[in-house]
């Protein structure tokens, strides 16, 4: 037997491995999209994150998880989409440090519980940098299987705050909960019921991911319309934030 087994590849999805920034992306004002190739990469699920490491000069570290914006499909490299955060070790210094070319250290991908596994119909909400890996679900699902049920609502500020603002067609919903564009005829304030039911998803699989605030209010929105605690899965990006 031993004489038909091929090496198999060294991959270690938990292993720290250094990646190379391949191209940056300025999202919006605060939020920049950073492509990374991996030499051990393998295919994540939508919906998981990886972990980045920061080491100075004096060996201190700091580590930080950012969600997986791409679709597994896009082999050998991973897109994590930063927030800045004015006061922050690790977010500031993406922003701030980071060029192509530079090597960044990363483990991953992690998660078995926030991910998609094909299941529908699938309603995606997210607040704010919360919509990073929906956006990894959304994506996969329009390379895959377009026609999957399957809808976004966003909950952003204002106009500057939009992710992914050239991808967003009709699968998504948006709200504006501070200032809507002139124009705006869409909704405007926190999710609700009304922005839920519009977004016409009988209930399936909810993904729900944003600051501790977000997550607690739509999952308590979706448990009053008849969704199941089972058929919610919820990702929590930070220790507070308002909207
Ligand atoms: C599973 C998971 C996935 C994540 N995915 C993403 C992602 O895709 N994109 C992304 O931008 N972030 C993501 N985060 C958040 C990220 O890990 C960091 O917490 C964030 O970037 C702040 O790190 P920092 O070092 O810049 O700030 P820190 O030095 O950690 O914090 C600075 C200050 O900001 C506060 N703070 C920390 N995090 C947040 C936050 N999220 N919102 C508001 N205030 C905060 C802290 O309490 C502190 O006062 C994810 C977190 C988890 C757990």
Known sequence: MAERMTPVEVRAPGGWQIGTVTSIKAETPRTKSFRIKLPMWIAHLPGQHYDVRLTDPDGYRAQRSYSV???????????????????G??????????????????????ASYFVW????????????????????????????????PMRLVYSVRSTEDVIYADE??????LTFTREAPESWKG????????????AGIEPGIAFVCGSNGFVETVSRLL?????????IRTERFGPTGAL
């Open 89 to 110: 070790e690790v977010s500031p210094y993406f922003h701030d440090v980071v060029e192509v070319g530079d090597l960044v250290e990363v483990r991953g991908p992690f």
């Open 223 to 231: 448990l009053g319309m008849g969704w199941e605690a089972r058929q």
């Open 187 to 198: 909704h405007r304030g926190r999710i609700d019921r009304e922005l839920i039911a519009a």
């Open 69 to 87: 914006a791409s679709s597994p499909l896009d082999e050998g490299e991973v897109e994590l989409t930063i927030d800045r955060l004015e006061d």
């Open 117 to 148: 596994r094909m299941e529908k119909p699938v309603l995606l909400l997210g607040g704010g940098s919360g919509v990073v890996p929906l956006m990894a679900i959304l994506r996969h699902r329009r390379r895959t299987m377009p026609t999957l």
């Open 168 to 173: 967003l067609d009709d699968d998504t919903l």
